[in-house]
């Protein structure tokens, strides 16, 4: 007969039949990886949720994630560089195909204004007016140009936003506002409450004025403007109005979120120029003319003076006791020259030559040309006026009458004075004078 179950035993039987689930629950509440799990499932719609709710999801995270980038940004620059270029590169390559653009047409617009009797007509202007050559080119070429535009909130004048064309001296754009709002209540009060001003005329300038609702758009342009700037105001204006129409409604005084409005308004800063073009072709032409003629007036030149020093080289290759050993560039000359010759700078007569411009130099030696050696003799011989040298296949003969000791001393100094051989049959001798 089998003995009944202490009761310790059925109270343990039972708390694990009921406590067991909460336990073994609480057990996966203290495993790390089971929370990994759980929040994994819920974290993006919890994030998602959260961010569309308010702004402090994003609010907490943005210094994590700065720091974060910045820290990614410092370890590998690289990647910064794969992210940026391919939005960079088209930025840059629109920028410098706008640059040389503009230094081509500016270029053009010089070349034309130089190089043409309008241009040299111009200068005469500014010369006598008082003017600069610019001012003066402005007002001849220029059709229009918008140097300034200005954004203003209608209800209260407020300048908005106020962008200006390079180069343009301008006054403060809340003066300009300030004085277009006066004049446009001047117009309502006086003539029609439901008028608008749509442009005003000063000097020189003209003031295109477009109204919406909340804004006015003003632009100041030097010259006539065309019907199409009008249409261009309009359509920024309007646009203007759609993106900003909370600002508009909840502006109280900051601009800075109107900042955004800069590169419309950069749009309207254009210009438009008189394009002469039936002028520029001849101011192609006269200036092909005239590197034509530089560089035909140089080539002659050029060409005068190498055959210039190359006769000069000839004269003195041909001339007796001068050897030339090396001309390495015009006007240097390397040579031997025996003191007999003639001075080298005396053969440059009849040449487009100047003396100053040659560097010479010349080595002393003793030529045995037959011309120099006759001259030698003449020299250190004394030889009376009776006696008559000659040369005859390479010896020197020797005629008419001299002394026996004049005829001594000539056999003794002729290796010297650079004979080989002498022939005196022909030479009659007198009786020594004592």
Do not use: C
Not at 161 to 188: C, E, K, P, W, Y
Not at 366 to 395: C, F, H, Y
């Amino acid at each position: 007969m089998a003995h009944p179950a202490p009761p310790s035993d059925n109270l343990e039987a039972l708390r694990k039949l009921l406590l067991e689930p909460e336990q073994q629950a609480l057990q996966a509440l203290q495993d790390p990886a089971r929370w990994e799990e759980w929040v994994a499932q819920v974290l993006p719609e919890a994030l998602l949720r959260r961010s569309q709710s308010d702004k402090a999801l994003q609010y907490a995270l943005n210094p994590i994630i700065e720091e974060t980038f910045l820290r990614l940004v410092q370890r590998n620059p690289k990647l910064l560089v794969d992210i940026l270029f391919p939005v960079l590169l088209p930025a840059i390559r629109r920028a410098v195909t706008s640059l040389f653009a503009s230094l081509t047409q500016s270029l053009n617009q010089t070349l034309d204004q130089v190089f043409s009797v309008q241009g040299l007509r111009w200068r005469l202007e500014a010369l006598t007016s008082g003017k600069s050559f610019a001012e003066v080119v402005l007002s001849h070429t220029l059709l229009y140009r918008v140097e300034q535009v200005l954004l203003i909130q209608r209800s209260s004048g407020l300048l908005l936003a106020h962008q200006v064309a390079a180069g343009v001296s301008v006054q403060d754009g809340a003066l300009v506002s300030g004085m277009l709002t006066a004049i446009g209540d001047f117009v309502r009060d006086s003539f029609d409450p439901e008028a608008g001003l749509n442009t005003v005329n000063f000097g020189e300038r003209v003031l295109v004025v477009e109204q919406s609702p909340q804004a006015i758009l003003a632009a100041v342009v030097r010259g006539m403007p065309p019907q199409a700037l009008q249409e261009r105001l309009q359509d920024t204006l309007l646009e203007i109005q759609a993106r900003f129409a909370e600002a508009f409604s909840s502006y109280s005084g900051d601009n800075a979120v109107f900042a955004k409005a800069h590169p419309l308004l950069d749009s309207l800063l254009e210009a438009e120029y008189k394009r002469p073009e039936s002028r520029r072709p001849i101011a192609l032409l006269l200036i092909l003319g005239l590197l034509l003629l530089g560089l035909g007036a140089w080539g002659y030149s050029n060409f005068q003076a190498s055959r210039a020093w190359s006769a000069y080289l000839e004269r003195l290759s041909s001339t007796p006791g001068l050897v030339v050993t090396e001309a390495p560039r015009r006007y240097e000359v390397r040579g031997l020259k025996d003191p007999l010759a003639p001075d080298p700078l005396a053969l440059l007569e009849g040449l487009p030559l100047r003396a100053e411009r040659i560097r010479a130099g010349w080595q002393p030696y003793q030529s045995l040309e037959p011309e120099i050696v006759l001259r030698r003799i003449q020299q250190r011989m004394d030889t009376p006026s009776t006696v008559q040298l000659a040369w005859r296949e390479g010896v020197l003969v020797v005629s008419g009458r001299a002394t026996q000791g004049w005829l001594s001393r000539l056999r003794n100094l002729a290796p010297l004075l650079g004979v080989a051989q002498l022939d005196t049959a022909q030479l009659v001798l007198e009786p020594s004078q004592r």
